[in-house]
């Protein structure tokens, strides 16, 4: 069964790094556009940073881009999330998503605080 397990978060002071990763299996993962979301206490989920399959087209969030990349490694069936520059308004679980044939698949999240 397809599943998507994220690992890497935690706690992180304001400006500092962090990345995070998601391990797919349960499908072909290098057929697949790759989705990173987060979702804030309180708000909506929202659409992070997206990767085409063969890496050669990356879209980010305004509020991100510049400060996150997006990245994945087909013969690991795993993509990143490399957060730069972080804010306090970056705290929120994040979530790796990947659509196949219309059904949305999501791994359980990822905490990342950014606090000093």
């Known amino acids: 069964q397809v599943q998507l397990v994220e690992s890497g978060g935690g706690l992180v002071q304001p400006g500092g790094s962090l990345t995070l990763s998601c391990a797919a299996s349960g499908f072909t993962f290098s057929w697949y556009a790759m989705n990173w979301y987060r979702q804030a206490p309180g708000k909506e989920r929202e659409l992070v940073a997206s990767?085409?399959?063969?890496?050669?087209?990356?879209t980010y969030a305004d509020s991100v881009k510049g400060r996150f990349g997006i990245s994945r490694d087909n013969a690991k069936n795993t993509v990143y999330l490399q957060m730069n520059s972080l804010k306090p308004e970056d705290t929120a679980v994040y979530y790796c998503?990947?659509?196949?044939?219309?059904?949305?698949?999501w791994g359980q999240g990822t905490q990342v605080t950014v606090s000093s």
């Open positions: 990767i085409s399959n063969v890496s050669s087209r990356k």
């Open positions: 998503k990947v659509l196949l044939r219309n059904i949305e698949y």
